[in-house]
T-cell receptor, first 118, second 109 residues
């Protein structure tokens, strides 16, 4: 079945640094990728939707200059948390969906990346 | 906007059936999903149902959809301790996925 790989699974960084998280669709071409944020014991909050080759669409309240999303190819999207602060510490999860021909037209999630900002 | 609601917690004895309920508000939903999340992990797709179906069975899992009442349920037969996790329902309307708040299921031996 469809597999989405997310890297790194855990990252600890100092306040003020930038962190990049990668999301890859391993065996299908992802027409759309989604980035979510999950606070402890809460549900997932959609941050942005990205389509290959175009700018990401951010949800209301999500700072696009803070959370840079690049969907450079049909198998890779990256989320960069710029100038990270402790309040950015969270669990970030990506998901991807392909078109009907890809056999992956159901959302598949990555395993998540836990960011801790000191 | 779309609202998806779930009960927060369910406790069940090992071997019994679990039923997790979910309600949604968007009548244009096309797919409805159930995901399982274990501590510190991502989401695992358990099953999904198209909005034109009213039931889907997959081994121990049975999904029931009442489109008129916008009510979705997931039944887990013969619940095992490994089923302890948080279960999220989610619906797709357009290209947007909206999650419920999650139901924490605790399976007691």
């Amino acid at each position: 079945g469809a597999v989405v790989s997310q890297h790194p699974s855990r990252v600890i960084c100092k306040s003020g640094t930038s962190v990049k998280i990668e999301c890859r669709s391993l065996d299908f071409q992802a027409t759309t990728m989604f980035w979510y944020r999950q606070f402890p014991k809460q549900s997932l909050m959609l941050m942005a939707t990205s389509n290959e080759g175009s700018k990401a669409t951010y949800e209301q309240g999500v700072e696009k200059d803070k959370f840079l999303i690049n969907h450079a190819s049909l198998t890779l999207s990256t989320l960069t948390v710029t100038s990270a602060h402790p309040e950015d510490s969270s669990f970030y999860i990506c998901s991807a969906i392909g078109d009907r021909d890809s056999g992956a037209n159901v959302l598949t999630f990555g395993a998540g990346s836990r960011l801790t900002v000191l | 906007g779309e609202d998806v609601e779930q009960s927060l917690f369910l406790s069940v004895r090992e071997g019994d059936s679990s039923v997790i309920n979910c309600t949604y508000t968007d009548s244009s939903s096309t797919y409805l999903y159930w995901y399982k999340q274990e501590p510190g992990a991502g989401l695992q797709l358990l099953t999904y149902i198209f909005s034109n179906m009213d039931m889907k069975q997959d081994q121990r899992l049975t999904v029931l959809l009442n489109k008129k009442d916008k009510h979705l349920s997931l039944r887990i037969a013969d619940t095992q301790t490994g089923d302890s996790a948080i279960y999220f329902c989610a619906d797709v309307a357009g290209n947007k996925l909206t999650f419920g708040g999650g139901t924490r299921v605790l399976v007691k031996p």
